[in-house]
């Protein structure tokens, strides 16, 4: 089964300059910024979307009610993440989101 936790995985720092050929792993922080502002209002939307969606399927509304717990939590790291990239401490986020996952 394909966990809706293991996506959209936070970029990991390791500290090395990339390899030659290859992107860097860790983004600058401006425009990891504005990436996790975009992903912010994408989730927002869809859970608006979700919440606007009405049914009487049961098991419609069970998947509904699992997909939006999954985008409320995915909303929260990315703020977590935002305010930790403000605050210079996001290897120590990527290590909590990896433990929080485990």
Excluded: W, Y
Aim: proline share 8%.
């Amino acid at each position: 089964m394909n966990d809706p936790f293991k996506q959209d995985e936070p970029p990991k720092f390791t500290g090395r300059p990339p390899k030659p050929g290859k992107p860097p792993l860790f983004k600058d922080r401006r425009a990891h910024r504005i990436e996790l502002r975009n992903k912010i209002s994408g989730f927002k939307e869809e859970i608006n979307e979700l919440k606007a969606f009405k049914t009487d399927d049961e098991s419609k509304q069970a998947e509904i009610q699992q997909r939006m717990s999954v985008l409320k939590t995915r909303l929260k790291e990315c703020e977590m993440e935002k305010e930790s990239i403000e605050q210079f401490n996001h290897i120590q986020f990527v290590k909590n989101v990896k433990k929080s996952r485990e």
